[in-house]
């Protein structure tokens, strides 16, 4: 479904992302991990067309999409969520969502009402629909991530980009998004790269599991037998998560 092949974004000196090669295929959920500053946020950055590679292709459904501009990207089915969540902070939960529907394929006809009602049923499945009148900036963060989830549900997405949608949040709120995640996966049947810092989640939550080290893929496979390899623990060294 997804193909990187040869992916490199440098800025200035810095490589950020060097030489990356790696599929994904439909339904699977892919974990992205690696230390702070490995190229994670990048490589995302690089797929949603946020960024243009510098070199390499990426491929999605068979089609180039390396530089295409991240609304036509969101067109042909990739939709992203924000390690930092990024509401339009004066408008409602609702408003935010009817965003997303507009932004989806084919839809600049479509009428405000039934944007809202498509909205309403995006709200409702993240569980927000009875904050669905509250004003963006007034939201928790845990919530904040729920309507990043809805956000990007509501542009109808065959590929979703998850970036650290846990960071931040307690125990208890990290078991209720894991099964949201779990529960758009079964309802919406959308392929997931999910870029996470904490291993035990990846663990938890995906299939398959690539390691980004200096911008480069330092190793790939299931996340148990990743995560006891001698060099994933070693690039976690020095870091307090580890
Ligand atoms: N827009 C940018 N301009 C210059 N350097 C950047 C930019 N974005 C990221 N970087 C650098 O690229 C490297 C990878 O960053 P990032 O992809 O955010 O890592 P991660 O998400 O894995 O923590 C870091 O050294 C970061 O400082
Ligand atoms: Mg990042």
């Known amino acids: 479904m997804l193909k990187l092949d040869g992916v490199t974004k440098k800025f200035e000196g810095l490589v950020a992302v060097n030489n990356v090669n790696f599929q994904i295929e439909e339904g699977e959920i892919v974990g992205l991990i690696g230390p702070n500053g490995a190229g994670k946020t990048t490589l995302m950055n690089l797929i949603s067309g946020t960024l243009k590679p510098t070199e390499g292709r990426i491929e999605f459904n068979g089609q180039d999409i390396s530089g295409v501009a991240p609304y036509d990207v969101c067109h042909r089915g990739i939709s992203r969520t924000y390690q930092i969540p990024r509401p339009f902070p004066d408008m409602t939960a609702l408003m ?3 965003v997303g529907v507009f932004c989806g394929k084919n839809r600049p006809n479509m009428s405000l009402s039934d944007a809202m009602l498509d909205a309403s049923h995006f709200l409702e499945f993240v569980g927000l629909f009875g904050k669905r009148n509250m004003l ?3 939201l928790s963060l845990f919530d904040l991530r729920a309507l990043e989830l809805a956000r990007a549900l509501a542009t109808t997405p065959k590929f979703i980009l998850i ?6 949040l307690n125990q208890s709120e990290v078991t209720i998004a894991i099964r949201l995640i779990r529960k758009i996966v079964e309802e919406f049947h959308v392929t ?3 870029i996470e810092h904490i291993m035990k989640i990846i663990m938890e939550a995906t299939q398959r ?26 690039a976690y060294l020095g870091e307090k998560i580890a």
Do not use: F, H, K
């Open 136 to 138: 963006a900036r007034d």
């Open 96 to 98: 935010n969502v009817a």
């Open 209 to 234: 599991v690539v390691v980004l080290q200096y911008g480069e893929v330092l190793t790939s496979g299931l996340p148990e037998v990743v995560v006891n390899d001698p060099r994933v623990i070693e």
């Open 163 to 168: 970036d650290e949608v846990m960071a931040g």
């Open 192 to 194: 997931i790269m999910w």
